[in-house]
């Protein structure tokens, strides 16, 4: 497998540290617009299986040729979801396959956008399927952590553990505090800003609906020492992937955002400064979104200044094969202290980079193996469980004890 | 007299659509970075004593050229304060007096920003005091509604009112509502954030100290139906200049921002979004604060928009004439439907144009005469408050009731 990965931020620079460890492949080129970012990455890999180039992810002809001249049969897309579309064309057009860790982007319903859905995550994507089947290349989209390992979760759920699922409830917080800062995501805020404030969709009795940006407030108590964690309705790319593979009355996602940033969050869009158009500043053009990311500390250079431990999962309510009710949480936590000791990455980036890694290790084995545009949830979620924990990063499940009849 | 008015912004225009009415000056020459705006302000006038030309203020010798052609002996700066420097010594290198409704910027104290002042407000215009009396002329500083109208009615209250100042506290609150926006200040954000998020000043005791942004917060009830309004301490030039020339114990400005106003700039702080200084986005180079600004509908176009009434005043403080405690508050209301209908200008825009305009034909029919850099309050109150009120716009007074012994 020859492996083109577009995008040497942070999330891409894990994904080199982690794969330097594997043997599945046999050259990793790696891409970026600012080419120092790409070559940064490679030298801290040390090994002759990567090479940098620069590369504009929004430039599809750049990316097939790129494609072709360096042999790759993988596109790897680890840049933010605006380049989803093109780096997804370019890697059609070339027969390579394809893997995302975030989908095409969604457009909101024109006139009831709190209420139904308009464009939604990864429309674009699968209206492509069956030309990807026509090739007999797979487009495996969604296979980061959320979404990637939480719908591995669902699909391990309604194949082991469950004989009906009511609910698929992905619940995502964390304990992390970075210090120095008066604020500092811990995840990409261009991204966070998309999912945060477009509207929520929800999946629910056969169809997708939308709500309120942070809608149903709920608390959820996280694992691992972490606790409880106020989480809102947030648009992922969950809630559009799993119902197509898992039957479930419900899916929903929900954030554990705490009231800070949803504060924050909220402010930014009365002020219009989540926009991602860009505007006259004087004689310069730029998107108020951009800006706000510029203004801030990239989150990929924070690892040393955080600590506490992120949690991803998925918290399933139905009937456990048994014929009673089953409530479980299954879940994947990463220490910062740990990825940054392991692998110089933070928890949240290194969160991010290793379930693709171990999902093209099951694609170059061929035991994860699918034509046309493909979830997580459309493979066998036990080889996945299973090499997740050969690389040294463990799961696990928490029961909800029955109430006493 | 011949004016070179700078600044063809919201201010600006409404300075020409008032001047247009009076008779005390030649020509007033519209100078604007951008030609059209200073075009359609002239337009409007439709006056051949206006016209208008381009002009970049941060450039001094382009400024300086432009008096020297237009033969103009005053600058009238309607200009945001990051170009009151440079106006102000092209002012004094030509000999043409100067006036300004902001001052030079502050900048904090390096080592205990909310403890002491650093560089305070106008130092930077008081420094050359010596220059402009060696020359004779006048530089005029602080002269539009606040500072300005706030300090002619602290001059007026220790002439005519007090034997004896306890405090002079400036206080500024509107019921104003702008329809149609989720968010839209109704003056000048960037001024906004500049004087709310530097570290207030207060006077007190003889020397001047700063504390803590948005600190000793009080509800202040404001005349003419607009209630009470949350006020808080914020930078203004009042606290500077009323001690230069009044003697009293204590001096400040709140400003009744109310809460949301306060969480917005404490979250654009949080953010590093209030930041004047340029950072790179993409290929561009922008200040984040100047985004801000670009994002938000322009203060002046919101009139049609506005409706409710803006008040600035003084509350005073201490020993009447009579020997006994008093405390008033001097005051000026200024109805958006009026102003709007009368010169088609904002209630807040017009309110801070029309005083400087009435200082101005003070000055041209020698009645305020001076040399040096002088504040409002080092000029008799009586004839600016009496031609105030010949412009049409009534100020008042509202006495506290004494207590019962």
């Given at each position: ?394 799961w696990d499940i928490r029961e909800t004890p029955r109430?006493?009849?």
């Amino acid at each position: 497998m020859r492996i083109l990965l577009v995008g040497a931020g942070g999330v891409g620079s894990a994904v080199v540290s982690i794969a330097a460890r594997r043997h599945f492949f046999e050259h990793m080129v790696v891409a970026d617009s600012q080419q120092g970012r790409a070559a940064r990455a490679v030298a801290a890999a040390d090994d002759p299986r990567f090479s940098a180039i620069a590369l504009d992810a929004s430039d599809r002809a750049q990316v097939e040729a790129a494609l072709r001249e360096h042999r790759c049969d993988v596109l790897f897309n680890a840049v933010d979801p605006r380049f989803t579309m093109p780096l997804f064309e370019a890697a059609l057009a070339v027969g390579a396959h394809y893997l995302d860790m975030a989908m095409s982007l969604s457009r909101p319903h024109p006139r009831e956008p709190y209420r139904r859905p308009g464009v939604k995550l990864g429309d674009e994507q699968f209206a492509l399927d069956g030309e990807w089947r026509a090739k007999g290349r797979l487009a495996l989209v969604g296979m980061g952590v959320e979404p990637g390992l939480a719908d591995v979760f669902a699909r391990y759920a309604a194949d082991h553990l469950f004989s009906r699922i009511d609910e698929v409830g992905v619940r995502d917080g964390s304990n992390l505090v970075v210090e120095g800062y008066d604020f500092a995501p811990t995840f990409s805020i261009w991204t966070t800003i998309e999912e945060c404030l477009n509207p929520p969709v929800v999946w629910e009795d056969g169809e997708w609906r939308t709500t309120e940006p942070f809608s149903e407030p709920e608390v959820f108590d996280f694992p691992a020492g972490i606790g409880p964690v106020e989480c809102v309705n947030v648009e992922h790319e969950e809630v559009l992937l799993v119902p197509r593979w898992i039957p479930a009355r419900r899916v929903t996602f929900k954030y554990g955002l705490g009231q800070e940033f949803i504060g924050v969050l909220k402010t930014l869009h009365k002020l219009g400064l989540d926009s991602a158009e860009k505007i006259r500043v004087g004689g310069a053009e730029v998107a108020p979104r951009d800006l706000v990311a510029a203004s801030l500390p990239d989150p990929a250079t924070l690892g040393d200044r955080m600590h506490g431990k992120t949690c991803a999962g998925t918290w399933v309510k139905g009937t456990g094969k048994d014929g009673r009710p089953r409530e479980v949480y299954l879940y994947h936590v990463v220490d910062n202290a740990w990825s940054m000791r392991e692998y110089g990455a933070q928890a949240v980036v290194w969160q991010t980079a290793i379930h693709p890694v171990v999902a093209l290790e099951l694609v170059a084995s061929g035991v994860w193996k699918g034509e046309g545009v493909l979830g997580p949830e459309a493979f066998d979620a036990v080889p996945f469980l299973d090499l997740l924990q050969e690389y040294g990063s463990p799961w696990d499940i928490r029961e909800t004890p029955r109430q006493a009849a």
